[in-house]
Every structure is written in C-alpha cells, then in structure tokens.
C-alpha cells in the first residue's frame, strides 16, 4: 500500500508555455501533499504544502503565481508551472501523507525540460 | 533549527561487505526518523522508519535503530547487492511539525 503515482514522467516543452504535473495516491486517501524540487546529485527542496481543499502554503522563496498547485480530492493534487523558463528546468517529486500520520510517501518524480 | 547530518559519499564496496551509513540528527523531542533510497532517475522509496526511542526499522535486509541517548540512526546491512547501488537519504519530522528534514543524501556504488 501506500503508492504515489506521477503524470507525466518525463516533459519537454517550449519556454513560456505551461506544464501541468499531476500526482495521485492510488490506494489512500491523502489528507496533505508536498512538492518538491530536486537539482542534480542534491537533496530535495520543499516548494509548498498542499492540504485538501484549502490554499497551499509556499516556502520562502517560491513563487506562488509561478508554481500554482492545486489540491482539488484527496487522491489529487496539481503543480502547474506557469510560463515555464529553462532555469524552470529541474526534477519535480510529489510526496502525500495519510490523515493522523507522519509518513511521507514519495512518487516516482516528474523531469522537465524547457527549451 | 532542527537537522540531519549523515556522512558524505560517495561510498564504494564489494559485493557482500558490511555497509554503514552514519545519520545524527538535531531536534527537539522524539521526532519521527526515516531512511530514504533513490535509484537512478526515480523518486524516493521509504526504507525504514522509527517512531520512538529504541524502535529498530528493518526492511530488505536494512536496519537502523532509533538511539536517543546519541541522537542518531545509522542505516546498516550485513550484505550489500550491487542492486543497492543508490543514493540514501535521512530524514525526521519533528514532533510538532508535517515538514520533512532531509540530509544531504549518501551516494552508494557496490561493484560486483
């Protein structure tokens, strides 16, 4: 139990156009999740905290009406990278948490790359 | 702040040896402490985890036990695959927070 799926795995896309990452739990309800970013051979960055229903919270530093993210069910929360640059260009992990845990679980990660 | 610090890599062994991954963190309480593995382009698999003082996770032949008195969990195997070869993070939520603390992540490369 406890799997984080992500869509897509891999995009490329022109600059100034949007992507839109989605990541789903399959077999859990997922009261918060998380996206993070990850550049190469670092560890994970925090982006924002998205629960259920509500505004997500972003981290000091990241541009909300850049990364808007959109946490609509339990089982899905969306990442949308607005006008994308290729300094956008990185690696994008969703982790979700069941309600009353602690517990992240992690999907298997979105690269993008902007030309 | 609360934080993770485990040992830089990369780490390089045999086929079969003995591995150790040093983790201590800092935090206040009994925070939640996880291991972490990341194989080549993919996203991160929970390892193990530990809950509380003296808790040993274990999963696919990995160990680590939750030691308060040296605020540390260090990650063992007794006999490590080539197929281990990844790259293994630390990790704790503090008692009174949802954010995760990462470490800067161990670099494993096991030659057959």
């Known amino acids: 139990g406890a799997v984080v799926s992500q869509h897509p795995s891999w995009v490329i896309c022109k600059s100034g156009t949007s992507v839109k990452i989605e990541c789903r739990s399959l077999d859990f309800q997922a009261t918060t999740m998380f996206w993070y970013r990850q550049f190469p051979k670092q560890s994970l960055m925090l982006m924002a905290t998205s629960n259920e229903g509500s505004k997500a919270t972003y981290e000091q530093g990241v541009e909300k009406d850049k990364f808007l993210i959109n946490h609509a069910s339990l089982t899905l929360s969306t990442l949308t990278v607005t006008s994308a640059h290729p300094e956008d260009s990185s690696f994008y992990i969703c982790?979700?948490?069941?309600?009353?845990?602690?517990?992240?679980?992690f999907g298997p990660g979105t690269r993008l790359l902007v030309l | 702040g609360d934080s993770v610090t485990q040992m830089e890599g990369p780490v390089t062994l045999s086929e079969e040896a003995f591995l150790t991954i040093n983790c201590t963190y800092t935090?206040?309480?009994?925070?939640?402490l996880f291991w972490y593995v990341q194989y080549p382009g993919e996203g991160l698999q929970l390892l193990l985890k530990?809950?509380?003082?003296?808790d040993k996770g274990s999963n696919k032949g990995f160990e680590a036990t939750y030691r308060k008195e040296t605020t540390s969990f260090h990650l063992e195997k007794g006999s490590v695959q080539v197929s281990d070869s990844a790259v293994y993070f630390c990790a704790l939520i503090p008692n009174r927070d949802d954010k995760i603390i990462f470490g800067k992540g161990t670099r494993l490369h096991i030659l057959p």
């Open positions: 935090a206040t309480g009994y925070p939640s």
């Open positions: 982790s979700a948490r069941r309600g009353g845990g602690k517990t992240q679980y």
């Open positions: 530990a809950t509380k003082a003296d």
